[in-house]
Nanobody
Framework: VQLVESGGGLVQPGGSLRLSCAGSGFTFSSYAMSWHRQAPGKERELVAGISSAGGITNYADSVKGRFTISRDNTKNTVYLQMNSLKPEDTAVYFC????????????WGQGTQVTVSS
């Protein structure tokens, strides 16, 4: 099982980035996907989530209206479009795949750094 994030980098305040997370080794379309972030000295927090078929999304209050999560199950990829970025969005961003049932399966990517600074 692999989750590989990409698309992070350095961006100025007010700028945009699109993160991608490609999954392999599991049935991607059966898993809910989410993005989380962790800033230095802080706990990891949920940023956005999307259901397995993509019909349901949820967002942290801090990113509502600025970030959009989406997925393409034909490409086994989940995206996070981040607009109007702020310095407080600086963090390592991780994607997560989870499937609930009699056994809960959860996988994490290695993370991608996003730095918002002028």
């Amino acid at each position: 099982v692999q989750l590989v994030e990409s698309g992070g980098g350095l961006v100025q305040p007010g700028g945009s980035l699109r993160l991608s997370c490609a999954g392999s080794g599991f049935t991607f379309s059966s898993y809910a996907m989410s993005w989380h972030r962790q800033a230095p000295g802080k706990e990891r927090e949920l940023v956005a989530g999307i259901s397995s078929a993509g019909g349901i999304t949820n967002y942290a209050d801090s990113v509502k209206g600025r970030f959009t999560i989406s997925r393409d199950n034909t490409k086994n990829t989940v995206y996070l479009q981040m607009n109007s970025l702020k310095p407080e969005d600086t963090a390592v961003y991780f994607c997560n795949a989870v499937r609930f049932g009699s056994i809960r399966y959860s996988y994490w990517g290695q993370g991608t750094q996003v730095t918002v600074s002028s």
